[in-house]
């Protein structure tokens, strides 16, 4: 197959391609890309999802791609697969990168691979590049799982992946209750019906009403607690000795990342029009907020797309006009981006997406404990968007509005997630009630199975929507 032109569009240059071609061809034939038939659709498929003229796009994707080809062939490179799984944060799976250098350097071969990022890194190329999002989906389906709207379609890809050898059975999964509950009981049937070790973490998120930003201290030092006996568990089985060392270097490196992806995200914010679109900009946001083995790669990568779209800006080249309506969208697309191109096509500027906006309480609110680890804990609670139990997506979205001088505010009921579903009526009533009755539109949208949505049905909705804020605007003028 000639795959030479699908990943030199992703960044990996022929050198690379050459060094890993038997990595390349066993990857591919994985995930069923096996005919060059298969290569041209995917390319085409491709550039119809980024912009692939942009090099920090490139740059991104090549981590991407790298995650992706790690995580499908751990099973023949390693001996000891951990996987932490979604949804996690940077914050807490930058330590198992951190932890699999190490180790790995230590014993002189790859024995573990380690991490909280590949899965999702594979479900994007699955998506966005080779098209196979659905298929997965609709194969878990066919293996039990409740089709439509039953289970979590992240979930669904996994176990689609599973059945058909694109993702392999982890040695031993830590199950991530961060906010969601579809995840360890999906997991745990996943566990049982691939044979392999689970442990379980928990989050709660019954934080008393309208108290963000201060958070439960209870509910801190639990997490705290019970991750550190999932760290124990895997110590004692299978040789895990992640240190404190390692820990507090993953938060340094997840810190980065976020700083960096919010330094775009403020320039996208404070410019009159669009340079680049939300899909390409999604590259970043997904990074900074999973974290990646290859950190300096993705630093660099980032680095390089605030310079594409401050290059853009200069030469006055925008996806979306400058003058256009300016929106907030509580929603991210994953594993296709025609969304995306749907709403700039209208003509909306989409300035933020999910937990983008960050209100300055998340920062400058004194944390609850003296414990650097549990800090660390208590700023992933104060993040808005992690589902919402406490008011504050309520909250972000005011501040977005406000702060930002929007014209508008798109509310998605993220139907594959209940967690991100709740504050959707919540915040409607609430930011209208606020700040001066601004227009909302809801939509119902999955991040990654399109199956049940077409694009010329959400083309009207989104073209009188943006028909609205351009009226409204006038009339105000």
Known sequence: MNYNELFNMCGLNDE????NKERI??????????????????VAWAKSQFDFTLQGTRQIMAVIMKESIDYSLADEECEIIINYTRPAMASLSQGFHVWEKRINEELGYKKYYARGTSIVYLMI???????????????????????????CSEYQIWEGGLSKGMFPPPTVEVSCGLFCDQAPEVEAMMAEEFSYDIVFTDLPEDHPWDTWPNMDLEAIKYLSANTELVYDHLREKYGFTMSEEDKSQGVMEANKFTNRHFGIAELIATTDGLPVSRADLFLSFITSAIGTYYTEELLEAMKQLEKDVRKRKREGIFVVPPGSPRVYGTFVAVS??????????????????????????????????????EQGYEMIFRFQGLGDLCGSSLKQA??????????????FETMFCRPLCLPAAMIKD???????????????????DSRNYTPEQYRTRLESFAEVLRMRRVMNE
């Open 398 to 411: 005011k501040y977005a509005v406000e702060h930002y001088k929007l014209d508008g505010l798109m509310i």
């Open 25 to 42: 061809e066993k990857f591919l034939h994985k995930i069923y890309i096996r005919s060059d038939k298969d290569i041209e659709d995917s």
């Open 430 to 448: 609430y930011v209208q009630k606020e700040c001066d009755n601004i227009p909302v539109m809801r939509l119902e949208l999955d991040a990654y």
């Open 16 to 19: 690379w391609q050459a060094q």
């Open 125 to 151: 190329a699955l998506g966005t590049i080779f098209n196979k999002a659905n298929w997965c989906i609709e194969l878990a389906e066919d293996m039990g799982q409740t089709a439509g709207k039953g289970h």
């Open 336 to 373: 296709d981006m025609r969304f995306y191109h749907q709403c700039e096509e209208a003509g909306l500027h989409l300035t933020h997406v999910w937990f983008e906006p960050v209100p300055p309480e998340v920062f400058n609110t004194p944390p609850a404990s003296d414990i650097p680890r």
